[in-house]
């Protein structure tokens, strides 16, 4: 789902009408979407306002990874004693303040892959097309599933044509 992609007060509508759908089809579908709602729209833990990210540039596992990655090779071994790790650590911790100024100052940024700035400002154009009233929220949800290859649209995609969330 696209849904995180959305204005987080247009989440809960638009679910609320994919739900709809759901309820026609049954099923799995309904019961996928049953749980996505208690989780992830009125759950007590998660809510749309935690996992929006409308306007954002999403961090992928490749961060995480990098910064992994890096601590291995600093580390040396795979059987890192407690205190080395601890050591090691607070050497990285000690960066950390630095990294901070650099990256405020513009001076430190992430490298980024052509096709992941491609992607980046396919989303934010579909996002500027959102907010000048050029897309409707259907438009908007079948444009990010297709930019992040989420696949073409399901067989439901003809109940959702004209309409409005």
Known sequence: M??????VEQIEP???RLMEVAEGVGGPVLRVCENISRTWIHGSVWRPLNWCV????VRT????????RRINA???SANLGLYNLANLLRE?????????RLVSQHLLTKIRRKKYVAIHGRLH?????YEEEKLTTTDLLRIISHINALGP???VHHMLDDDEF
């Open 125 to 129: 154009q579909a996002w500027d097309d």
């Open 2 to 7: 696209s849904l995180p992609y959305l204005l």
């Open 54 to 57: 409308f306007r954002e540039e």
């Open 153 to 155: 649209s399901t067989a």
């Open 74 to 76: 600093r580390a040396c």
């Open 92 to 100: 990285e911790f000690e960066t950390v303040d630095l990294q901070i």
């Open 61 to 68: 596992n490749n961060d995480l990874e990098g910064w992994h």
């Open 14 to 16: 638009a679910f609320n």
